[in-house]
């Protein structure tokens, strides 16, 4: 059959002599040379994370089956009923998914364009392997900024030197602390990226969350210990609002412009832990709404209350863990990815740090708040909240700004969830080591943290997410602060 003017024949001479795979990634590698039409109907783009397709040939498929790197794409090409994007379909009369383009329709014309082509963004996103210039991927700061934010690590030893050898006031160990957490944070997000690309985005998140949350549960601890209940309480609920409106929001707002797309399974999955926490937070909590809330009953009634959520959130995250582990594939081992247990010592390591200048920060702020003429329940609510969510602030936005929103939604929604249903609990149960803590929750706090989890879930009800929404996000966080200032006392 002869071929219509103007379009260029991409397989003139058969190569026997390489496997499907290779031949598949030879000419797909060539789309940042031109845009032509490739093997199986592919066609490449300047941008990596999204792929036009007109026609995918079964043959190929099947070829190429077991091939790490496009086994998602593949997959979802051959059922397209269970692909997890819904696909951006314009101009039906041009292109049909699965469907082989009629001849008279390859009418010779420019460059294609967006518009005329079926869209598929980041169909089952994980993070990028690392490329050998390393300055030149998205998972790489500048070579300049990197040193910086190496140097900048030692500024953890100076707060360390400034508290207990110089003993300098409250408001310069304040700021020192302050701004000695960025660079821990950096490191937490870094070796977090190296991990999901052995573990993929869900696991990935899962590590962040559960690293980030050691310096919370050590405050809330400490807390405790000092008696300072309303702090705990107040610092806990804040942390699932900030999580869920703040980091997420902030997230969105750095990420690269466009629509991106979330796993919206594993996500509604943490919300729903989210509000079922506040549903099991109802029974001490009313009780405690009349009369004095600090009674022992409300302690004993809170623990089998915390125990209850201890074994849903164990399930959950096993369940969690088992469907990422069995659709994420092994990758090939990439120079310049650290290897995974390099990864998750340098996660371990910069959150046992970040615990230490944590604390100190939180111990400078009661100073600083008083000075401010802040309430405690405020202070812990928003600042307390803040500064102990250091790390999944600062590892979500240095992911999402480097494209992998799906990892930082992991993150944040991930951590808020693990602080409703395990930290909360954890704290109320080893609080009993040092003194019974009542989980007698204000209405302020309980609408607050339902609230927020119902507008994230209605936000991302068609799995798509963008600055718009950020700002919406950020915008209900400051609404929720303002409840606090307010209504808090």
Request: hydrophobic share 55%.
């Given at each position: 059959m002869e071929e219509p003017a103007g379009i260029e024949r991409v397989r003139d001479e058969p190569e026997p002599e390489l496997p499907a795979a290779e031949r598949f990634e030879q000419r797909v590698g060539r789309r940042s040379e031109r845009a032509r039409r490739l093997p199986g109907g592919v066609l490449g783009l300047e941008e990596a994370p999204e792929l036009l397709i007109r026609d995918l040939d079964p043959e190929v498929a099947e070829q190429l089956a077991h091939e790490p790197r496009i086994l998602d794409l593949l997959e979802r090409a051959r059922h397209p009923e269970e692909r997890l994007v819904l696909l951006a379909e314009v101009r039906r009369d041009r292109a049909r998914f699965g469907e082989p383009v009629a001849p008279e329709r390859l009418e010779p014309r420019p460059v294609?364009?967006?518009?005329?082509?079926?869209?598929?963004?980041?169909?089952?996103?994980?993070?990028?392997?690392?490329?050998?210039?390393?300055?030149?991927?998205?998972?790489?700061?500048?070579?300049?900024?990197?040193?910086?934010?190496?140097?900048?690590?030692?500024?953890?030893?100076?707060t360390f030197l400034a508290d207990y050898a110089l003993h300098l006031g409250d408001v310069p160990l304040f700021v020192l602390a302050a701004i000695a957490l960025v660079p821990l944070a950096w490191v937490i997000g870094e070796a977090t990226e190296h991990a999901a690309y052995?573990?993929?985005?869900?696991?990935?998140?899962?590590?962040?969350?559960?690293?980030?949350?050691?310096?919370?549960?050590?405050?809330s601890l400490l807390a405790v210990n000092k008696g300072l209940t309303d702090v705990?309480?107040?610092?806990?609920?804040?942390?699932?609002?900030?999580?869920?409106?703040?980091?997420?929001?902030?997230?969105?707002?750095?990420?690269?412009?466009?629509?991106?797309?979330?796993?919206?399974?594993?996500?509604?999955?943490?919300?729903?832990?989210?509000?079922v926490a506040v549903l099991a937070f109802l029974v001490p909590a009313v009780p405690s709404w009349h009369g004095d809330r600090e009674r022992h009953?409300?302690?004993?009634?809170?623990?089998?209350?915390?125990?209850?959520?201890?074994?849903?959130y164990v399930g959950v995250t096993w369940w969690q863990l088992r469907r990422h582990r069995r659709g994420h594939v092994?990758?090939?081992?990439?120079?310049?990815?650290?290897?995974?247990?390099?990864?998750?010592?340098?996660?371990?390591?910069?959150?046992?740090?970040?615990?230490?200048?944590?604390?100190?920060?939180?111990?400078?702020?009661?100073?600083?708040?008083?000075?401010?003429?802040?309430?405690?329940?405020?202070?812990?609510?928003?600042?307390?909240?803040?500064v102990g969510n250091a790390a999944e602030h600062g590892g979500a936005l240095v992911v999402a700004s480097r494209g992998n929103v799906k990892l930082a939604t992991e993150i944040a929604l991930s951590s808020s969830a693990q602080v409703a249903v395990f930290l909360i609990p954890a704290v109320a149960l080893l609080a009993w080591a040092i003194k019974p803590l009542a989980l007698a929750f204000r209405p302020v706090e309980l609408i607050a943290v339902g609230g927020s989890a119902l507008c994230v879930a209605g936000l991302f009800w068609h799995r798509r997410c963008d600055r718009r929404r950020g700002l919406v996000l950020i915008g209900l966080y400051?609404?929720?602060?303002v409840a606090f200032y307010v209504f808090g006392p």
């Open positions: 294609p364009r967006l518009d005329e082509r079926l869209v598929v963004a980041e169909l089952h996103q994980r993070v990028s392997p690392v490329e050998e210039n390393g300055s030149q991927h998205p998972g790489y700061a500048s070579d300049v900024a990197r040193k910086i934010l190496w140097a900048s690590l030692a500024l953890a030893p100076l052995h573990t993929g985005p869900g696991i990935g998140g899962f590590l962040n969350a559960t690293f980030g949350n050691a310096p919370e549960l050590i405050i705990v309480r107040g610092s806990l609920t804040g942390s699932v609002v900030s999580n869920i409106l703040l980091v997420l929001g902030l997230s969105l707002l750095v990420a690269p412009r466009g629509r991106h797309e979330i796993d919206r399974e594993s996500s509604f999955m943490w919300l729903a832990l989210v509000l009953t409300i302690a004993v009634l809170s623990a089998p209350i915390s125990a209850l959520l201890l074994v849903v092994a990758p090939e081992s990439v120079e310049g990815v650290w290897r995974l247990s390099t990864s998750v010592a340098t996660l371990a390591g910069a959150t046992v740090v970040t615990a230490w200048v944590a604390e100190i920060l939180v111990d400078s702020i009661d100073a600083f708040a008083r000075r401010a003429h802040l309430s405690d329940f405020f202070v812990a609510a928003v600042i307390v909240a803040i400051a609404a929720a602060v």
